[in-house]
C-alpha cells in the first residue's frame, strides 16, 4: 500500500490555504507526521481519508485516483481515528463496536471476534458494558481507536492517538501501532515527538501547508547535527542572552546554576559545548532554520 500526493492544495472558500502544492509519498510502516498548530495535518487528513476533497493536485492509492467515482472503494481500505470523537453516549462500548462493525459491513462473528482481541489490546476488556458517556477520556480515544482498526484497513489514519493517555497506555498503543503495521501503512500525526522517535523511522514535516522535511528520522536528526548545543552557567545574564539570541529547545536548573540547550547554525560566541541532537532538537531546527525559505 502507497499514498502519494502530487502537486496537492486544499484552499477554502474564505481564502486560506490549508495544503498548498504538496508532494509526497507515504510507504509501508508506521509514518509520522508532525507540525504546529495550523500547520494544515487535519486538512491533509481529511482529503486522504475522502472526508474533503483536494481543491487542486492528485492523490492516488495504490494506483487508485481520489475521485468521487472511487470514493467507496477507497473508504473500504482506510481507517480514520479523528482528533474529535464522540461515539454513540448511550450505548455501551461492546454495542458501540458491534454497531460501527456493521456499518462497515463486517459480518458479525468476525467483528466479535475483532472487538474482542482489540479490547484486550487496549485495556478495555473489563470495560466493555460501561456506557461509552461512562469513560474517561483516554478510554474514549482507546474506543476511537478500534473502531478506526476494525475493518482492519490497508491504510490507517490516526490523528493523535496518543492523546490522554497514561504513560503505560501511551506504550501499549503504540505498539499496537507498530504490529498494525507491519504490511500496511500507518499515518500517524501528533504533537507527541516521543510517540514518533517510538514508532516511525520515516516522517514528514509540516508548516503553513507544506512540507518542510519528508524522509528518515536519521536524515533529520544529521540535519540539525552540529547545531545543537548547551551552555551550563550560574550567571542568570548569560541565560537570558541565550534565550533572546537563540532557540532554546530545554533549559532546567542544575546543581549551581542552569543548563540550557540551544539551536545555531554556526557557532555561537559564548561558552558552549556541542550536544547530541533529539528528535526535538532536529523539529525545532527544521521549522525555524528552514522556515525562511518557503
Ligand atoms: N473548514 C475550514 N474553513 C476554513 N479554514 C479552515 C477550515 N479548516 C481548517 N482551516 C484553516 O486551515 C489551516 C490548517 O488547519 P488544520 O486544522 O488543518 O491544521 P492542523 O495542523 O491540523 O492544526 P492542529 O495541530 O491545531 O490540529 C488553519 O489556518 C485553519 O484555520
Redesign the pocket.
Known sequence: MSIRMEDLTVK???G?T?VDHVCLEIPKGVYGLL??????????MRVLTTVLAQTGGTVTLDGMQYSEQNYEKIQKKIGYLP?EIDLYPGLTVQECLEYMGDLAGIPKELCRKRIRYYLEKTSLTDHRRKKMRQLSGGMKRRVGLIQALLNEPEFLIVDEPTTGLDPEERIRIRNLLVDFSDNRTVLFST?VVEDLVATCSRLAI?KK?RFLYSGSMQELLDEAKGHVWICRTSDEGTAREIEKNYHVSSKQFVDGGMQVKFLSEDKPEIRCAPCETTLEDAYIYVTNFRAGRL
Open positions: 477554502f472558500k474564505n486560506v490549508a507540525g504546529e498548530n495550523g500547520a494544515g495535518k487535519t486538512t491533509l482528533q504533537h509540516m501547508g
